[in-house]
């Protein structure tokens, strides 16, 4: 018989991609999307978890977004990701869950940092202003997890993903995440012929970017090896957001003028994963080049944006 996956977030933007990759991997998999279960009210996660009986909880299931919103709406996003996860936990453990996987994110590294960022420095200093609401929620998932190994036998893993992006992203300007964003606004200025973009920051932060169907195998590879411990996900390699938006200009064609709005907030100056443990312990990197990513992402969006 199939293990049966639980998977929470099933409709979002990772979350698609995670029961793509649980199916081709044989899995037995039941998809939440917000609409099937509202995790918020613990009943009636417990009534779905009870239901479903699942072997595996995989929590992929959170609220987000980019620098804006983190600075914005902390207390939302601490909140709702908090309560989400704690009745998640508690429903998989009484469901009977015997293993429980928690997706976690390098918003909850320190934000001062200037090398790699290893598994072991995640507790090492605090998170970064601009992200602290969202980013305590992760360090929060991974204490709650070892929590519930060490007192109830839950076989536990807590992935910590860089940031992702593909197609499916929120491209919403007001909510989404940098990569996105700036997809969003090069390839309606160069279908429009703007004269000139205008970026937040200085474009001198250094981010690592994930293709998002990479993130999954990573997901269910970490799954599948028996470790315990924090393990970074990601391609270990960082770029500038002036670099990355000297590629996207390249790739969307787009001849304008670009301008750089000093006055908007940079956030962490970098966050680049150290991934040896990743490669050591998995055996597993990441396939698809950044510059490759982001051609099917352009693609992708021009292609949503033509369709309505």
Not at 207 to 229: C, H, I, N, W
Not at 232 to 241: K, L
């Amino acid at each position: 018989m199939a293990t049966k996956v639980l998977l929470t977030g099933g409709t979002g933007f990772l979350g698609r991609a995670l029961e793509k990759q649980l199916r081709v991997g044989g899995y037995d998999v039941v998809a939440l999307g917000s609409s099937d279960c509202d995790l918020i009210d613990f009943e009636a996660t417990l009534t779905t978890f009870g239901a479903i009986q699942p072997d595996v909880v995989l929590h992929a299931a959170a609220v987000t977004g980019g620098i804006g919103i983190c600075s914005e709406k902390p207390a939302t996003l601490f909140h709702q990701n908090t309560s989400m996860l704690l009745h998640v936990l508690e429903a998989a453990r009484i469901a009977k869950a015997t293993h429980f996987v928690g997706i976690g994110s390098s918003c909850a590294y320190p934000g001062d940092r200037w090398g790699d960022l290893s598994e072991e420095e995640l507790w090492n200093g605090g998170l970064h202003p601009s992200v602290e609401g969202f980013g305590v929620t992760k360090r929060i998932t991974e204490a709650g997890l070892r929590a519930y190994q060490k007192e109830f036998g839950l076989r536990t893993q807590f992935p910590i993903l860089a940031n992702l992006y593909g197609e499916h992203d929120n491209f919403d300007l007001d909510s989404s995440h940098v990569l996105a964003a700036l997809v969003r606004r090069f390839v309606e200025a160069a279908e429009e012929g703007a004269a000139a973009v205008t970026c937040w920051g200085s474009g001198s932060p250094i981010r690592e970017f994930l293709y998002v169907d990479d993130a999954a195998e990573g997901v269910v590879k970490l799954m599948e090896t028996p470790v315990s411990q924090p393990i970074n996900i990601g391609s270990g390699a960082g770029i500038t957001i002036r670099d990355l938006v000297g590629e996207i200009v390249r790739l969307t064609g787009f001849k304008g003028e670009i301008h750089w709005d000093t006055d908007r907030p940079d956030g962490s100056p970098r966050k680049v994963l150290d991934v040896r443990h990743m490669k050591n312990l998995m055996d597993w990197r990441p396939q698809t080049a950044l510059s490759e990513g982001l051609e099917r992402t352009i693609a992708w969006y021009r292609q949503s944006r033509a369709s309505g």
